[in-house]
């Protein structure tokens, strides 16, 4: 492939990127949605949409400053991209509406990558790290920081050369804090832990991919302590 072509096939992906790398709101991922598997090779790409949970904070002013976050459950699109640099190695890209960007890598140190006829077991572990400043215009104003790191350990197993199931740990951290003016003033700030399983399966028949999992995950957050969720998420992918 040319540099021309390169370039022309990954530019949709470096846009994407771009546009959707900044946290709008107090929000983290309810599911994974990785496969241990590398998009193998040097240079090629994978890229996935895909419906998923979320827990969405809120400001909660009725307790002393600085305030706490609430969290409850909604349902968002996310975004998964991967550029292979080595067999075994990928850049990955994560983005879950109005939650931070995480940029990170996948490292496949046992079975078949995505290029190659999918048999037997294959193990992964991956890391990823976000953070950003965003502004809130309204009444009140809101400006606030973001900050976030994940980690996981994920396994999968080929039924077939084309139909695999897998299941992951996986923990992370987030931190939120800002300051609210207008009508409300005041500062918030809350920080948590999020410990997560999954379990899923993907069929893969390149350059398409199908992907479905269900996620538990056990949150600890300073000012609300724990929430337990099952959240289930779909998705769609292309390898190329």
């Known amino acids: 492939m040319n540099s021309k072509s390169f370039l022309g096939c990954r530019l949709p992906f470096i846009f994407l990127v771009l546009i959707t790398s900044c946290a709008t709101k107090f929000r983290h991922p309810l599911n994974r949605m990785v496969m241990p598997q590398t998009v193998g090779g040097a240079m090629n790409s994978e890229f996935m949409v895909y419906q998923l949970g979320q827990g969405d904070g ?10 706490p976050l609430k969290f409850s459950t909604t ?5 998964y991209g991967a550029l ?3 067999e075994s190695f990928d850049l990955t890209w994560h983005h879950t509406a109005s939650a931070p960007s995480m940029l990170g890598f996948k490292w496949q140190f046992f079975g078949t990558n995505l290029q190659q ?3 037997g077991q294959t193990l992964a572990l991956t890391a990823a790290f976000g953070g950003n400043e965003h502004e809130v215009d309204g009444n009140p104003k809101v400006n606030f920081n973001v900050g976030a790191s994940d980690f996981a ?3 999968g197993f080929w039924l077939t050369p084309s139909w695999q199931i897998y299941e992951s740990v996986g923990y992370s951290s987030f931190n939120f804090e800002g300051k609210i003016t207008g ?4 500062t918030f700030k809350e920080s948590g832990t999020v410990l997560m399983g999954s379990v899923g399966t993907a069929f893969v028949m390149k350059p398409f991919k199908l992907q479905l999992e269900g ?3 056990k949150s600890e957050w300073e000012g609300q302590g724990e929430i337990e969720n ?3 998420a779909m998705g769609l992918g292309f390898i190329f």
């Open 153 to 155: 350990l994920i396994h």
């Open 117 to 119: 006829a999918g048999a």
């Open 84 to 86: 292979s640099l080595l």
């Open 215 to 217: 996620s538990y995950s």
């Open 58 to 67: 809120k400001i909660d002013i009725s307790k002393p400053q600085p305030y």
């Open 230 to 232: 099952f959240s289930l």
């Open 183 to 186: 009508n409300t003033s005041g």
């Open 75 to 79: 349902s968002s699109l996310g975004y």
